[in-house]
């Protein structure tokens, strides 16, 4: 019996080609698109997921309430560490200190013809650690154990970075790198190359018992002083719960942390290494953050298009079904039962879908490598993995189920003598209105992901073009952790740089004005009682920073040539803050951050873009510290920038030689705060592209279907005067008037997804009736186009052929 229905299946899927290459090829992209998201969200939910003590795993982060609500930071004070310590001895606890694009040398190997040594530059994955993180996070060790890394100024490398250094990484052990240009670090392991899904990169690893002894990198025995670059992670111990953690962590905040009279509280509080990989406030070391958010988006995206291909489907085996009836009424005469036919049509269902799932197998091996530069991510899924194929298997069989078991009620329950007969027409098939909505759904779903589309797009070129307060253009940046820069050579370097015809500026500074820099901290202003209620964020600059990035004052000006902070700037926003009428009204008054010296404002500058459109402007301080100069701008002159990028190059290799060149533009910071977003934008591109291919699959089908139907009475029509407008128009209103429904639909669903989605951004578009009039214009027009392509052929049609059988 199975194999008669078998044969029966492939034989009608045969007979009707035209429709089950229809259902095939919107099977084929809904399944494809299905897997190809279910492998992204898998992907990004598998972040960390190899530690074996994944669930116990946790970061220590300082959360602050103050006037202004409440604020987190990855960071916490270095002294921290020892005082969790003693007070919970109970838990593992292990204290990093991240840097990032520092500089290590090779010593005694020189580049090939050169007598300068090897350098790189390591933008990210570079770390002091303790032993006891290895007790918290499994990673596999090649050569030396945790144990090394309990002396001072030894480092251990990954197996990558070890063949990068040095070819071979059973050669690593025993050789000398020079962190900076300052200090010596003798390699003393190799772990191997960690997993691509990880927050937690661990390419260079130096001993945590360093800091003390070389007193760099944000080191700092001050206990209110929190950089997010000194962190805490912990181990749960079997037996407590997350609650109880935070109690105790709690317990230990109240004790270690002064008491502030304006600010209500600083706790250390737990973030469940489970969250890292979506938090985007706290942020993580890997190379991204995908929000939870996002993946549900994702995953929404990939049910709505499977939906839709099984809404042509379920549409164009209903409106077939007319032509099958005497099939239906024959095999009842002869015994049949609906049960039989029902099970049969479901066959035909699942031979469908099985060629859908072949092609779409096949669709999704040759997307893969694009899926993966498309949405960055690190390394190409596999396909056939359990996982995938249990997905498989329960999507083929949901959308058998889903597809084929209407179709087949509707078929199996004809009545013999009417089938027979030739009593049933579309009409009486019971899925007119049926129909009707499932095309109103489905471009109601088209149109939602039109209009998604059409807003992320909108929002990203608002971001790209936003006015940020300061000029960016023209401008490269040259960075180092470079101690020589801040000191002996830097004057003399500024002015060779300057001799340049096409340098417009220089000006040595920390970072750019709109970065990822949140360096903050308590401060008092007009020698106040108590400190103010917000920190002060701050900015260190010269006093060609303002001119180099086009930076404009409101009141008073620059501050003089200062290596040490005397005078400072301030931004409109603190000016706000502090509760000043004015700008003038501050210039003159004097503030100190942390418990230094008093410093007098000198200016007010109009607010810029401090961090990412997504976060407000913060109250800010630009400041003369030649300390913490890391960067150098150089503003250009447009007119041949290639070249003049040369001559900066050979002038830093004049006169440091010793340093790796790593220049880099503002613009490629600016960027990389909406990774994120342009991924998502170019996602709701492509799905919404196939959202409308799909349904024009099946509007095409049902156009196609309604052709035939329709053959004499456009015949009859025709001889009777009918235009070719007048066919076109026949065939195009009924689809127009659902189309307008759906959109009535789909505008007040799609309005709602994105302003959820715009609360993201504190610097945003709005959703004007422009973005809707796009939708409908796109939707109609490739409708039309659809309908209008069949319904035309049918109009051209001789009437004579059509009614010859009258």
Same mark, same amino acid.
């Given at each position: ?13 045969? !007979?009707?080609?035209?429709y089950?290459?229809i ?9 494809a ?8 969200? @898998? ?5 960390e ?15 602050? $309430? ?25 838990? #593992?606890?292990?204290?990093? %200190? ?11 190997q ?9 350098k ?5 994955? #570079?770390y =002091? ?6 007790s ?15 002396? +001072? ?8 970075t070890?063949?990068?250094?040095f ?7 025993? &050789? ?8 010596i670090? $003798? ?7 960690q997993?691509?899904?990880?927050d ?9 018992? *360093? ?24 181990? !749960? ?6 609650a109880?953690?935070n ?5 230990f *905040?109240? $004790? ?10 600083r ?7 489970? %969250?890292f990989?979506?938090?985007g ?16 988006t ?32 024959? !095999? ?5 039962? @609906?049960? &039989?036919?029902f099970?049969?049509?479901?066959g035909?269902?699942a031979?469908?879908?099985?060629a ?5 197998? /096949? ?5 893969l ?7 960055g991510?690190q ?36 009545r ?10 579309s ?6 209105s ?12 088209? &149109? ?20 940020l307060?300061f ?10 952790q470079?101690?020589?820069i801040?000191?002996? @050579?830097?004057?003399?370097?500024k ?15 920390s ?17 106040? +009682? ?6 002060? =964020? ?19 000006? *620059?501050y ?10 301030v931004?409109? %926003? ?8 004015s ?11 942390g418990?230094?010296?008093?410093r ?10 401090t ?9 800010l ?19 041949n ?13 004049k ?36 959202a409308?291919?799909?349904s024009?699959?099946?509007?095409y ?5 309604m ?7 456009v015949?009859? !029509? ?10 076109v128009?026949l065939?195009s209103?009924?689809f ?6 759906a ?6 669903a ?8 715009l609360?993201? =951004?504190?610097?945003?578009i709005?959703?004007?009736i ?13 409708a ?11 109009? /051209?049609?001789?009437?004579i ?6």
């Amino acid at each position: 019996m199975i194999k008669n229905y078998l044969k029966i299946a492939i034989r009608n899927v045969l !007979r009707y080609k035209g429709y089950s290459a229809i259902n095939v090829a919107g099977l084929a992209i809904g399944i494809a698109s299905c897997l190809l998201l279910f492998l992204v969200v @898998r992907y990004e939910n598998s972040y960390e997921k190899f530690n074996r003590n994944f669930s116990h795993i946790y970061r220590a982060v300082t959360q602050d $309430k103050d006037a202004d609500g409440i604020g987190y930071n990855p960071g916490i004070s270095v002294p921290a560490l020892e005082a969790m310590r003693a007070q919970m001895p109970n838990i #593992t606890f292990a204290g990093m %200190t991240a840097h990032f694009g520092s500089q290590y040398t090779v010593v005694g190997q020189h580049e090939a013809g050169s007598n300068i040594e090897k350098k790189f530059i390591e933008e990210t994955g #570079t770390y =002091f650690l303790e032993p006891e993180y290895f007790s918290i996070f499994d990673v596999k060790w090649l050569s030396g154990s945790p144990a090394v890394l309990k002396d +001072p100024n030894v480092t251990v490398l990954s197996k990558r970075t070890a063949e990068k250094y040095f070819g071979n990484w059973k050669d690593a052990v025993g &050789q000398l790198l020079r962190l900076d240009n300052k200090y010596i670090f $003798k390699v003393a392991g190799v772990i191997d190359n960690q997993p691509v899904n990880t927050d937690l990169p661990l390419n260079i690893i130096s001993s945590y018992i *360093s800091l003390p002894t070389i007193n760099d990198y944000g080191y700092t025995k001050d206990v209110g002083s929190v950089s997010s670059n000194n962190q805490i992670y912990l181990l !749960r111990p079997e037996g407590m719960t997350e609650a109880q953690l935070n109690s105790q962590l709690a317990a230990f *905040s109240s $004790k270690f942390y002064p008491k502030d009279t304006n600010k209500s509280s600083r706790q250390a509080i737990a973030q469940p290494l489970a %969250t890292f990989h979506y938090d985007g406030e706290l942020g993580n070391f890997g190379d991204h953050v995908t929000s939870k958010a996002t993946l549900i988006t994702l995953s929404f995206i990939g049910l709505l298009i499977i939906v839709m291909a099984c809404i042509n489907f379920v549409n164009l085996s209903t409106a077939q079904a007319v032509g099958r009836s005497k099939e239906v009424g024959v !095999r009842k005469v002869l015994g049949g039962n @609906r049960w &039989q036919l029902f099970w049969q049509m479901m066959g035909e269902t699942a031979v469908i879908v099985l060629a859908a799932l072949a092609i779409a197998l /096949l669709l999704s091996y040759f997307a893969l490598p694009y899926l993966k530069s498309f949405v960055g991510i690190q390394e190409t899924p596999a396909i056939f993995t359990t996982e995938n194929i249990l997905f498989l298997l329960a999507v083929t069989v949901l959308v058998t189920v889903f597809a084929g078991a209407y179709p087949a009620m509707v078929l199996s329950g004809f009545r013999p003598a009417l089938a027979l007969k030739n009593k049933i027409t579309s009409a009486s098939v019971g899925g007119i209105s049926i129909r009707r909505g499932l095309v109103i759904t489905q471009f109601a779903i088209s &149109q939602v992901l039109i209009i998604g589309t059409i807003v992320a797009i909108t929002q990203m070129n608002f971001v790209r073009n936003a006015d940020l307060g300061f000029k960016k253009e023209a401008v490269i940046v040259l960075t180092s952790q470079v101690d020589s820069i801040l000191t002996s @050579r830097q004057k003399a370097f500024k002015a060779a740089l300057q001799e340049i015809p096409e340098v417009v500026s220089v000006s040595c500074n920390s970072d750019v004005p709109s970065s990822d820099n949140n360096s903050a901290s308590n401060f008092t202003y007009n020698h106040g +009682p108590d400190d103010e209620s917000f920190d002060l =964020f701050h900015k260190k600059g010269d006093v060609d920073y303002f001119k180099t990035y086009g930076l404009q004052f409101v009141a008073g000006g *620059s501050y003089g040539e200062s290596d040490t902070i005397k005078e400072a700037v301030v931004n409109e %926003t603190f000016v706000s803050k502090v509760g000043a009428k004015s700008a003038e009204e501050v210039i003159g008054k004097e503030l100190r951050t942390g418990r230094g010296k008093w410093r007098k404002i000198v200016g007010v500058v109009k607010d810029f873009k401090t961090n990412s459109l997504r976060e407000s402007i913060k109250p800010l301080m630009i400041a003369p510290a030649r300390s913490a100069y890391d960067e150098v701008a150089l503003k250009l002159r447009t007119s041949n920038i290639p070249a003049t990028q040369e001559k900066i190059k050979a002038t830093w290799e004049k006169f440091y030689p010793e340093y790796a060149y790593n220049p880099f533009f503002p613009d490629e910071v600016i960027a990389n705060f909406y990774r994120q977003e342009e991924m998502l934008s170019r996602l709701y591109k492509f799905f919404a592209a196939l959202a409308i291919f799909i349904s024009c699959l099946g509007l095409y089908g049902l156009v196609s279907f309604m052709a035939v139907q329709k053959t004499k009475e456009v015949g009859i !029509r025709k001889v009777l005067g009918a235009s070719t407008g007048n066919i076109v128009y026949l065939f195009s209103k009924e689809f127009t008037i659902l189309i307008s429904v759906a959109f009535l639909i789909a505008t007040p669903a799609a309005w709602l997804l994105m302003r959820n989605w715009l609360q993201d =951004f504190v610097f945003r578009i709005d959703i004007g009736i422009g973005v809707f009039f796009v939708a409908i214009v796109i939707s109609l027009g490739i409708a039309w186009i659809t309908v209008g392509y069949k319904a035309i052929r049918a109009a /051209l049609a001789s009437p004579i052929k059509s009614l010859r059988s009258e």
